[in-house]
């Protein structure tokens, strides 16, 4: 869902890749394993420089509205590198 939101709100946006790591972290609770915490790392490279701002606010949004991460109880952080050709 986390990527179908960078591609729908990002159609004005140039991009040459997009990937998305997560990590999580686990906890045991009254002798049970649980996932405390996920944290996505989503890399996008843009074309142009000036489109960081933009990108950023894309991830953001997409973060906000993912149907997952708003439906588990685990915290989800997001960790976001976005890089620019030159």
Do not use: W
Not at 20 to 38: N, T, W
Not at 50 to 76: G, P, T, Y
């Amino acid at each position: 869902m986390f990527y179908d939101h960078i591609f729908g709100r990002s159609r004005k946006l140039k991009f040459e890749l997009f990937d998305c790591k997560a990590k999580g972290k686990l906890e045991q609770v009254e002798g049970k394993f649980l996932m405390a915490e996920v944290i996505l790392e989503p890399t996008l490279v843009i074309t142009k420089e000036a489109d960081k701002d933009r990108a950023e606010r894309i991830l953001q949004k997409s973060e906000a509205a993912c149907l997952i991460s708003n439906s588990i109880k685990s915290k989800v952080s997001m960790i976001s590198n976005i890089q620019y050709l030159n």
